[in-house]
């Protein structure tokens, strides 16, 4: 997780570039806190799109306005860049943090190598407002000093013998595609193509292509010199380069030799590297096992080789000790392999033997795997969440490492199990989750509530994740920001919890955590962990709860300790505010009248009220405008016709629709609407207008995997079947399944791909939608049955439903439409009886009278003459248009 409210703001310069690719990278890998980055590149590359850590940023034009409100900037894009650019940054106040040589041998602009001397940084403080300058040694100086530092600080290195192999990464993206093309051109029998160095590479070495100066040493040897020299602050110490390019693809190598002004064991010198941040040694010479360039290409992790014995010469005044090291810069990933575990071992039980060493919390997966060649032992792939745990357990295996009788190894992978690790911004824990309806602003109605709940914020991918448990399965709510209304928190004085209140405009999506077959050790959880489950695991799902209360709920409320940290709401939603006052939870119940389909209210016995006015009212309670537990009796007597003229009643429900909050008092608030009617002289009018031949209303209903949504009435284009049946209107309904952001569903929903030990394959969204057809829809006294889909509705998981009433149902409409029981394939039969319900405008007439009914096949004397619709087109001239 990066992304923190109270972190610095980061600028990357030369953000395109390999280096800055690579910064990129690094800020991932070691999860650097930052409160926003800005991408800045050279006007040719302005304007492209840049995805980081799941989200997607512009790259900017660089200039001297780039850095207003930057707090550290990153630069990568040459020296000139760095001369003309830094001190702009400078001066406004950001820290510079410089990978060009521009100013690196500068007076008072300190070079720095984080993990050798920090203390060069001593009195910059990012964030203050004071601008600082610093620079970033060269890539052979930095391998250098991490390894022969702290035994420089044990026992002063006297003198210095470096030999650099440096891989064609070195001089970038270009040199290694030019060595990776000579390669082939040379096996191939052809001459190399010579751009980058301008002689053969593959299959060849040479002196470094810096520059040779006047005293025979090229720039890269002198970089190394004088760079020691200034992070050491000692000039008098002799430092000598070789730098060599060797025709490998990636990671350094060098070589050194180090010469002591006091005595220095072996043993010492081991302690002292095993100790040094950012270092592992690697000594297994009874198997023969160093690191290689081939070996080293994971990331940022400087690994250090002993390959030859320490010596130790006897001089006439001074002891001198003699190392001989090699070293390779490696780029380490947070994932390695542990093996020589029992083969009885599971993945809780080396979770807890590495965490015991890391911390809680420090792994983010395990895969445990047999060896290839069947043997006793059993091996780990362990992904950790930063870099620094994964050198930790690496370096206490070089220490010997025992799991019980068990002798434990390790060594970095290339590749991570989850390559990019979903980020959150913010997280929170043993959270109680209320599902429910605020009945006014300072009550809340529970309907129901899940405990000890992880609450996790990303704004990249605009959602909230909730996490459960309920009766033993493992449920997750993934809320996106689109189904967010508002958000309020709420701050009583006197009490221990503050109330996060999120009003709903749809409920959350709801997965299932699988239940994976045993017998598959990639998928059996005794071998394999996840603190993040991955998405395949997760198996969309309908409301768990009972009642389906959450359908029920148009707002969820989080109880949190007061102390508790919330994120910065303000930045990503308009609709955020902050209460200080009384809030109270009050515990409620089921108020649908529909036991699976909610929420469809509906009035106590006695009432009576018109289909239109019922459905106009589930409309505002499905859509937030009124609290379902808050209509009451009294409610409902106001919406009767009988005591209110239905015009005043249809036209105060169309103005509740478009209030700006939702109305806690609808009773007093109808009775004061209706109070305003009767007193003005201009009565209201229906909001229903007269509309043209061929548009008629229809109702709709959209059936999401929780909750239930009426539309309409809606203005349609009429077709043959609403023609023919138009005093039976208000009895045909479109009825559309969608998901809850009323996108559409799509078939993983219905049925994943994903292996499972439950045999039936179909989701419970599967089952809600095949029981709605096949049980229908009660809205009060009308029960909705299905009734046919045109080809459109096909592609939009739409169909027709039909009220039946007395003397005609939804089979006497099929029946009607056309006799369709020859043809036995599903698909085909559809299809015909959908060619009714294809939208369409009545032209002309005819009349029964103006019908003549004519043999398509006619038998004479001597031939059989089947006439064609060509031909039958001459009885029809008018209609037709004079078509012969």
Request: proline residues 5%; charged residues 20%.
């Amino acid at each position: 997780m990066s992304l923190q409210e109270n972190a610095p703001s980061l600028a990357v310069v030369g953000v395109t570039g390999a280096v800055g690719q690579e910064f990129l990278s690094v800020l991932s890998d070691r999860d650097f806190p930052y409160r926003s980055i800005k991408m800045l590149a050279s006007k040719r590359s302005a304007g492209k799109q840049l995805s980081f850590q799941d989200r997607n940023y512009t790259i900017e034009e660089l200039t001297a306005e780039s850095f207003d409100g930057i707090d550290i900037a990153l630069f990568s894009a040459g020296g000139s860049i760095s001369k003309q650019f830094g001190p702009v940054a400078v001066e406004k106040g950001a820290v510079v943090v410089d990978n060009s040589s521009a100013f690196r041998m500068n007076e008072g602009i300190p070079l720095v190598i984080p993990e050798v001397n920090p203390e060069a940084m001593e009195g910059i403080k990012v964030g203050m407002g004071k601008g600082a300058l610093i620079a970033n040694p060269n890539c052979s100086t930095i391998i250098c000093l991490m390894a022969a530092t702290p035994l420089h600080r044990h026992a002063k290195v006297q003198r210095m013998v470096v030999s650099t192999y440096q891989a064609a990464s070195g001089a970038g993206a270009a040199a290694m595609e030019e060595l990776e093309l000579q390669t082939r051109e040379v096996l191939e029998g052809k001459p190399p193509t010579c751009k980058i160095f301008k002689q053969q590479y593959a299959f060849n070495l040479f002196s470094h292509n810096a520059p040779v100066l006047s005293n025979g040493y090229n720039e890269e040897e002198m970089k190394l010199v004088k760079e020691t020299q200034k992070i050491w602050n000692d000039m008098n110490v002799q430092v000598t380069a070789t730098c060599i390019r060797v025709p490998v693809m990636r990671a350094h190598a060098e070589s050194v030799n180090l010469q002591f002004e006091k005595p220095l064991d072996e043993d010492t010198a081991k302690d002292i590297l095993k100790k040094a941040s950012g270092v592992v040694v690697i000594d297994d010479r009874a198997s023969n096992h160093f690191p290689t360039p081939l070996g080293c290409q994971t990331k940022m992790m400087l690994q250090l080789v002993e390959s030859a014995e320490m010596c130790l010469k006897k001089g006439i005044m001074v002891a001198d000790l003699f190392v001989y090291i090699d070293y390779r810069i490696t780029w380490m990933g947070k994932t390695i392999q542990v093996y020589g575990f029992p083969s009885s071992v599971t993945a809780n039980e080396v979770k807890s033997f590495l965490e015991m060493h890391t911390g809680e919390g420090t792994i983010f997966a395990i895969k445990i795997r047999e060896t290839k060649n069947g043997g006793p032992r059993k091996y780990a792939i362990v992904q950790f969440m930063t870099v620094r745990d994964a050198e930790y357990i690496l370096s206490l295996t070089n220490e010997r490492l025992w799991f019980g009788t068990s002798y434990i190894k390790a060594r970095p992978m290339d590749l991570d199990i989850v390559p990019k690790p979903r980020t959150f911004l913010h997280s929170m824990e043993h959270i109680t989750l209320h599902f429910g309806s605020q009945l006014s602003k300072e009550k809340f109605c529970v309907l129901w509530k899940g405990t000890d709940v992880l609450v996790n914020f990303g704004s990249g991918m605009r959602k909230l994740h909730f996490y459960l448990s309920h009766h033993h399965v493992e449920y997750k709510l993934d809320l996106s920001y689109e189904n967010i209304w508002q958000i309020e928190l709420y701050r009583p004085r006197g009490q221990f919890v503050k109330y996060l209140v999120i009003q709903l405009y749809g409920a959350p999506r709801i997965f299932e955590k699988d239940i994976r077959p045993s017998w598959n050790v990639y998928e059996n959880p005794l071998f394999n962990f996840f603190k993040d489950v991955p998405d395949d695991q997760w198996i969309r799902t309908t409301d768990f709860t009972p009642s389906c209360l959450i359908g029920h709920s148009a707002a969820l409320c989080l109880e949190l300790p007061s102390s508790l940290r919330v994120p910065n709401f303000q930045e990503n939603f308009a609709y955020y505010k902050e209460t200080e006052g009384n809030f109270v939870l009050q515990t409620g119940s089921a108020f649908s009248r529909n036991l699976d389909l909610v929420p469809i209210v509906g009035p106590p016995s006695g009432f009576d009220l018109p289909y239109e006015i019922l459905f106009q009212v589930n409309l505002l309670v499905q859509n937030g405008c009124l609290p379902g537990p808050a209509l009451d009796a009294n409610f409902y007597k106001l919406v009767d016709p009988s005591r209110m003229n239905i015009v005043c009643i249809e036209h105060a429900l169309e103005k509740l629709f478009h209030l700006k909050e939702c109305c806690y008092e609808p009773s007093r608030w109808l009775n004061e609407q209706y109070r305003k009617y009767l007193m003005s002289k201009n009565h209201p009018k229906s909001p229903s207008i007269s509309l043209d031949a061929g548009l008629v209303y229809v109702r709709r209903v959209q059936i999401t995997p929780c909750k239930v949504y009426f539309c309409g009435p809606e203005v349609n284009v009429s077709n043959r079947v609403l023609r023919h049946y138009q005093k039976d209107l208000n009895n045909f309904l479109r009825v559309s399944f969608v998901d809850e952001e009323l996108d559409k569903i799509h078939s993983t929903d219905l049925s994943p791909r994903a292996s499972s030990e439950n045999e039936d394959r179909r989701t419970a969204i599967y089952k809600r939608i095949l029981s709605t057809l096949q049980n229908g829809i009660v809205i009060d006294k009308k029960k909705f049955e299905f009734l046919a889909f045109s080809s459109s509705q096909l592609r939009e998981n739409s169909c027709w439903m039909f009220a039946s009433r007395y003397g005609l149902t939804a089979a006497d409409i099929r029946e009607w439409m056309g006799n369709f029981r020859q043809i036995r394939n599903v698909a085909k039969y559809a299809a015909r009886l959908g060619q009714s319900f294809g939208s369409s405008t009545e032209t002309l007439s005819v009349s029964r009278d103006e019908i003549e009914i004519i043999p398509d096949i006619e038998i004479g004397r001597a031939e059989l003459h089947i006439r064609s619709l060509m031909e039958l087109g001459k009885y029809l001239p008018n209609l037709l248009g004079g078509w012969p």
